[in-house]
Structures are given as C-alpha cells and as structure tokens.
Nanobody
C-alpha cells in the first residue's frame, strides 16, 4: 500500500522559504508520477505540483516561479522547495501518487504570517 510522510513545514514570514520533504516507504516511487497537494482552511485539497518519471514538472499558476518540485528515486523521496512564500500559501501540504492515490499521510503545516 505504501506510506507517505511529509515534513519540513513551519511558521515563516512572508518572503521566506521552506523545503518540504515526502518520505515514501513500502512502495517504490520510481514508476510513478508524484505530486504535492495542499489544503487551505475551509477549502478542498488541491494539486500544487507534480513531477513525472521523466523529471518534467507541472505547477499550478500560483506556484510557477516560486515552487520547485524534485525527486530522488534512489532515496524514495520527493521535495517541494517553496520560495517567496505568501500568506495565501498557508495550508497543510501533502504528497501522494496522483494516478494511484494512497492513504493520505499526516501532512505538514505551512503557516506564512508576519
């Protein structure tokens, strides 16, 4: 089934950066497109970015130019580097396999506030 555990969130000020980690166990991420999602208060969970097995990436418009998704198949890990954070980026961030959704991990809280 696989287990996904997110980490790296925290409280930061606007303009600062964070790197989120997604450690995957029980399955290999190698054959899968991997994705980061987020859920803002009162809203549904949404896709933020994904990365194909080829390494090509897709970003929501608000993430373009600020966020970078990356992966290391040998470490079974996916990252989301977030720069120039804004208060509207405040959310719980999750990772998963968009074409084969697994049990959601606990997520990692990102709070952007001055």
């Amino acid at each position: 089934q696989g287990q996904l555990v997110e980490s790296g969130g925290g409280l930061v000020q606007p303009g600062e950066s964070l790197r989120l980690d997604c450690a995957v166990s029980g399955i290999s991420i190698r054959p899968w497109t991997m994705a980061w999602y987020r859920q803002q208060p009162g809203k549904q969970r949404e896709l933020v970015a994904d990365i194909k097995t080829s390494g090509s990436a897709y970003y929501r418009d608000y993430a373009k130019g600020r966020f970078t998704i990356s992966r290391d198949n040998s470490k079974n890990t996916v990252w989301l580097e977030m720069n120039s954070l804004k208060p509207d980026d405040t959310a719980i961030y999750y990772c998963n396999i968009p074409n084969s959704i697994r049990t959601w991990g606990p997520g990692t809280q990102v709070t952007v506030s001055s």
